[in-house]
């Protein structure tokens, strides 16, 4: 027992030995303060660093949201402009009928033409459901002659419909303030006669359009003003304007076909009224009549000249493959100066009957009968009639193929409005619509 005892203590030395490596080495595996900051600092840098790599993509994908958000709307605004339009060449080989100033024959004139007698653009856009804009440019005969007297001789005359022209043939706003009532401003078509509104090539037969619908009603008769649709029950619609007037004088025998001015800084010190019945209640019928007064004819130019009255009815009757059109229209003009020149009574009227064959061809003939200057006073011999005869192939809705031969009784005295071509012969065209 003595000799284990002896040993205690060197056993104490070794075990406090033992403890103080042990405190030296947990001292060593210890940061210190100053590595704890690095750390701190080290750690708040890097998560800067983190936050702001995420402000960048946030930033980034901020921006590229606005850019869809602009993206969407640009192709939302963009959905509700619509881009259209239509057009039509025709050829014509024709020969007419001429007169000398006394009414005697002295041969024909040949009217062999070809001619890019139309292309029109639509522009329109849709501010909301509820209101729009609608536009038509139209290019007629292919360019702008700068000088016409040097292309086409002395009288700068090419021949009928030679002049180049552009017009704008719609330009307005349009607000529907319920579902039956609409208004619209600024130049648009005149609700009159069957063509007038629906005058694209593949929604009528024949190459040109009716000559009635040109000499008398002086299609496309186009406006500036306001106008009401109203859209009653049972099929009845009725249609009203007030537009500027007519600018006629006796220079040009006070024809009709001549009177609208275009909105070209129009004359504006009198102005016109037009109303339309239009009936559609009955299946494949629609039946209408509209009337327009001109308060003054010559915009109070010409002293012997005074206001006028046009009436017209006109329906379309549709069974199966056949439809029929009709149409009657009178101008009755006040004033010393029309009735001197038979002008105070102009009238005319076209029945055309047609038959489809199939979706593609359709056949169509049509008698034309009117006359500028049907006044009890007029020299006689003015009155003009014309015999159609063809056919329409489309291609597809808006491609349509054109023939016709065309038969047309020339008076000795009669004038018509450039915009026809006149004679006997045979017609060719092409029209299309988008």
């Avoid at 859209?231 to 009709?256: E, I, M, N, W």
């Amino acid at each position: 027992m003595r000799k284990i005892s002896s040993r205690r203590p060197e056993l104490r030395l070794a075990l406090l030995a033992g403890a103080m490596s042990l405190s030296l080495a947990a001292q060593a595996s210890e940061p210190s303060v100053a590595q704890l900051a690095a750390e701190i600092a080290a750690l708040k840098q890097q998560l800067a660093q983190v936050e702001q790599q995420l402000q960048q993509q946030q930033s980034t994908q901020d921006q590229q949201a606005r850019q869809i958000a602009s993206a969407n709307e640009r192709s939302a605004e963009a959905s509700k402009t619509t881009i259209g339009g239509y057009g039509e060449v025709n050829y014509h080989k024709l020969r007419a009928d001429r007169y000398d100033a006394g009414g005697s024959p002295i041969g024909t004139a040949n009217n062999d033409l070809v001619d890019l007698r139309r292309l029109v653009v639509f522009v329109g856009h849709d501010f909301s459901d509820s209101l729009r804009f609608r536009s038509e440019i139209e290019f007629e005969h292919a360019k702008l002659a700068g000088d016409e007297a040097a292309a086409c001789g002395a009288t700068g005359d090419c021949g009928p419909g030679s002049r180049g022209e552009v017009d704008i043939e719609q330009a307005y706003v349009e607000k529907d303030f319920s579902p039956k009532l609409t208004a619209r401003a600024g130049v648009f078509l005149m609700p009159v006669g069957i063509i007038n509104e629906s005058h694209e090539p593949p929604t009528f037969y024949g190459v040109e359009r009716n000559p009635v619908e040109i000499n008398i009603i002086p299609s496309t008769w186009d406006e500036p003003g306001v106008g009401l649709s109203y859209q009653a029950s049972d099929g009845l619609a009725l249609d009203g304007a007030l537009t500027s007037g007519f600018k006629l004088d006796a220079a040009s025998r006070y024809a009709v076909y001549d009177g609208p001015q275009d909105a070209a800084k129009a004359s504006a010190n009198n102005g016109a009224l037009t109303a339309r019945l239009k009936w559609t209640g009955l299946p494949g019928l629609t039946l209408a009549a509209s009337a327009d007064y001109q308060s003054n004819i010559s915009q109070g130019s010409d002293p012997t000249a005074g206001g006028a009255w046009l009436a017209t009815a006109d329906a379309v009757w549709n069974r199966g493959p056949y439809t029929l059109k009709a149409l009657y229209a009178q101008w009755n003009l006040a004033g010393s100066g029309p009735r001197a020149v038979g002008a105070d009574m102009q009238r005319g009227w076209y029945l055309e009957p047609s038959y489809m064959l199939d979706e593609h061809l359709g056949l169509f003939t049509r008698y034309d009968r009117w006359n500028n200057q049907a006044g009890s006073l007029g020299p006689g011999g003015t009155q003009f009639s014309q015999w159609n005869v063809g056919l329409n192939y489309w291609l597809s809705p808006g491609v349509v193929l054109k023939a016709d031969y065309q038969h047309e009784t020339m008076p000795r005295f009669g004038t018509q409005s450039d915009e026809t071509t006149p004679g006997t012969g045979f017609n060719l065209g092409v029209g299309y619509q988008f």
